[in-house]
């Protein structure tokens, strides 16, 4: 079983929320568990916080139409009994010193990255030097009794 969307945001805080449903609408109509359905959803609307808040220019790289300086994008992967979510924004990106650490620090900002660490299995950050920054996570997905579409 494989499932996957994407959408294209507006960097609002009100964007949020609706990945968040989305995915655990997703999730629970794959007949995911509840638990880890909850642990992405929170790490997602992380990522997305930090797309909101850091993620955008005032002027529109060559090449990239306003729309997209003021916009996120988000993709998530259900393949097999593994889920992977990348949010990517059009921002300055990372600091080189957030990108080089395994693991974000507890320090006044970074915050969020830290719990997208803690409440997945694996995290990416990578800058796209001009474009911006990519926050990619996954995690092992564990299937409720009566899920119809349990990976097999």
Same mark, same amino acid.
């Given at each position: 079983?494989?499932? =996957? =969307?994407?959408?294209?945001? @507006? $960097?609002?805080?009100a964007?949020?929320p609706?990945a968040? $449903?989305?995915?655990l !609408?997703t999730m629970?109509?794959?007949?995911?568990?509840?638990?880890?359905?909850?642990?992405?959803?929170?790490a997602?609307?992380e990522?997305?916080a930090n797309?909101v808040?850091?993620g955008?220019? +005032?002027?529109?790289?060559? %090449?990239?139409?306003?729309q997209?300086?003021?916009?996120?994008?988000? +993709?998530?992967?259900?393949?097999? *009994?593994?889920?992977?979510?990348?949010?990517? *924004?059009?921002?300055?990106g990372?600091?080189?010193?957030t990108? &080089?650490? @395994?693991?974000?620090?507890? &320090?006044?900002?970074?915050r969020?990255?830290?719990?997208i &660490?803690?409440?997945?299995?694996?995290?990416r950050? @990578?800058?796209?030097? !001009? $474009? %911006? &920054?990519?926050?990619?996570?996954? #995690?092992m997905? #564990?299937?409720? *009794?009566d899920s119809?579409?349990?990976a097999?």
């Open positions: 079983m494989s499932i =996957w =969307w994407s959408l294209h945001l @507006r $960097r609002e805080a964007s949020v609706l968040r $449903r989305l995915l !609408g629970e109509t794959a007949g995911v568990d509840p638990d880890i359905s909850f642990d992405l959803a929170v997602l609307s990522a997305c797309a808040e850091h955008g220019r +005032t002027v529109a790289p060559l %090449g990239r139409d306003a997209d300086a003021g916009a996120y994008h988000v +993709t998530a992967y259900l393949d097999g *009994d593994r889920c992977r979510i990348e949010v990517s *924004d059009s921002g300055p990372f600091p080189a010193a990108v &080089a650490r @395994r693991r974000p620090s507890l &320090a006044e900002s970074g969020g990255l830290h719990l &660490a803690e409440l997945s299995d694996h995290v950050l @990578r800058n796209r030097p !001009g $474009r %911006g &920054a990519v926050v990619s996570f996954d #995690k997905l #564990k299937w409720r *009794d119809l579409l349990k097999s």
